[in-house]
């Protein structure tokens, strides 16, 4: 048996493995996907899209080149050659909507954190379903250039590619910030220091942690309101 022979069999049981583990896999977050209800429907929308790109990962692009390799092994030449074109565009199609996702996905998140309450109205299913729909469209029509224009294919992914890598690495880490000042933020305002009152600046030599509830409104929050030592002029 030939070296290239040996090497389209192990090709083969490769592509035949990821196929079968990508589609195992991705039918469980479906399945997943299906019964939860607590996701934001167009963040569910998001999710949903990635992991059907990623099954149709392990139904058509992986036996498309398992496809390939056999009709190498068989050298079936004319069959070999459809296979790999027919392979490279849905691989570039499912890795670039793939990409595209998950860089939604970040977006997404980080609007859901700046926006708050207005995140609802703004992020909305009709919106989203648009964005995915788009990402199909472009993708598909700059695959399918690229089999008659190499060139476009390598072109349009060279920038496309980048650009997503940087939206999501600057997306979480202003996640990252975010929630580190938040924390900071929350552990300051739990913090009182006993010789300063948070209100007043400070208070008399001797008087304790500052009280809420005192008699006089001005020294609302001076320990020692009942010494009539607070320090404020009334």
């Known amino acids: 048996m030939g070296g290239h022979q040996q090497l389209s069999i192990f090709f ?64 079936h030449w004319s069959r070999c050659r459809y296979a790999r074109d027919a392979g490279y565009v849905t691989s570039y199609v499912l890795i670039l909507v793939s990409l595209m996702t998950m860089t939604a996905i970040s977006v997404d998140r980080l609007l859901a954190l700046l926006l708050g309450l207005r995140y609802k109205q703004i992020v909305t299913l009709k919106r989203t379903y648009i964005i995915v729909t788009t990402f199909w469209v472009f993708n598909i029509v700059a695959s399918l250039c690229g089999i008659f224009y190499p060139s476009i294919i390598y072109l349009y992914s060279s920038l496309v590619s980048p650009f997503c890598l940087v939206i999501s690495f600057a997306s979480y880490t202003k996640i990252f910030l975010h929630s580190q000042k938040s924390s900071s933020t929350s552990t300051r305002s739990t913090t009182v220091e006993p010789n300063k009152c948070t209100e007043h600046g400070t208070i008399q030599k001797g008087s304790g942690q500052c009280t809420v509830g005192a008699v006089s409104i001005s020294c609302l929050l001076c320990a020692n309101v009942y010494s009539g030592n607070c320090g404020h002029s009334h």
């Open 12 to 75: 083969l049981a490769v592509y035949i493995l990821l196929s079968i583990t990508a589609f195992a896999g991705n039918s469980l977050i479906l399945v997943a996907l299906y019964k939860e209800s607590s996701l934001h429907p167009p963040s569910k929308l998001l999710y949903r899209c990635l992991a059907t790109t990623d099954l149709l990962v392990g139904l058509v692009a992986q036996p498309l080149y398992a496809t390939y390799w056999m009709s190498v092994f068989q050298e």
